[in-house]
T-cell receptor, first 113, second 114 residues
Framework: GQQLNQSPQSMFIQEGEDVSMNCTSSSIFNTWLWYKQDPGEGPVLLIALYKAGELTSNGRLTAQFGITRKDSFLNISASIPSDVGIYFC?????????????FGKGTRLHILP | EAGVAQSPRYKIIEKRQSVAFWCNPISGHATLYWYQQILGQGPKLLIQFQNNGVVDDSQLPKDRFSAERLKGVDSTLKIQPAKLEDSAVYLCASNSRGLQETQYFGPGTRLLVL
């Protein structure tokens, strides 16, 4: 079946650093989604991308939908302690009422004291 | 506005036992989803309901998993009998119009099968 490769698997950074993570797939999607999940909670949507090449920002977060429709990246600028958590990408294919959504395995962000 | 509610939050059972999870979606949301999230993985969609009808259950292990949404509001997910590999967080999500719209997730039920 379809799979998403999300990298890196985990990151250890200093507060204030910028962060970059990405997802790639062997299949195309028509929507890319980025979620954040805190411990004991469900994922919360950060950014949704609907068009190849689209670059969207949400505060310190910026995400892009790759031109090939097979990849996406998420950048976080000037990280702060509350950015700690697991970030998931999800690719979505909506076609002829046969909608599919697939999540990556997550990038675990740790901020060093 | 109240979010998606799930219960119980935690459940520990022995293999071969049965277990049921309950989800109350956001009021007015016609679409309801159940996901399985194994430790270290992203969520995997098990089943999607539109009102009380099943839209997609292609990844639901139907030999042991079942789900229903009889009145198109609350939903229950059942595992019978449970296996060790069913240990996971079971997430419920809802929205109004299917996957083309933002999903709102509940906090999940953490299941441990011993």
């Amino acid at each position: 079946g379809q799979q998403l490769n999300q990298s890196p698997q985990s990151m250890f950074i200093q507060e204030g650093e910028d962060v970059s993570m990405n997802c790639t797939s062997s299949s195309i999607f028509n929507t890319w989604l980025w979620y954040k999940q805190d411990p004991g909670e469900g994922p919360v949507l950060l950014i949704a991308l609907y068009k190849a090449g689209e670059l969207t920002s949400n505060g310190r977060l910026t995400a892009q939908f790759g031109i090939t429709r097979k990849d996406s990246f998420l950048n976080i600028s000037a990280s702060i302690p509350s950015d700690v958590g697991i970030y998931f990408c999800a690719g979505q294919l909506t076609m002829n009422r046969d909608d599919k959504i697939i999540f990556g395995k997550g990038t675990r962000l740790h901020i060093l004291p | 506005e109240a979010g998606v509610a799930q219960s119980p939050r935690y459940k520990i059972i022995e293999k071969r036992q049965s277990v049921a999870f309950w989800c109350n979606p956001i009021s007015g949301h016609a679409t309801l989803y159940w996901y399985q999230q194994i430790l270290g993985q992203g969520p995997k969609l098990l089943i999607q309901f539109q009102n009380n009808g099943v839209v997609d259950d292609s990844q639901l292990p139907k030999d042991r998993f079942s789900a229903e949404r009889l009145k198109g509001v609350d939903s229950t997910l059942k595992i019978q009998p449970a296996k060790l590999e069913d240990s996971a967080v079971y997430l419920c999500a809802s929205n109004s119009r299917g996957l083309q719209e933002t999903q709102y997730f509940g906090p999940g039920t953490r299941l441990l099968v011993l």
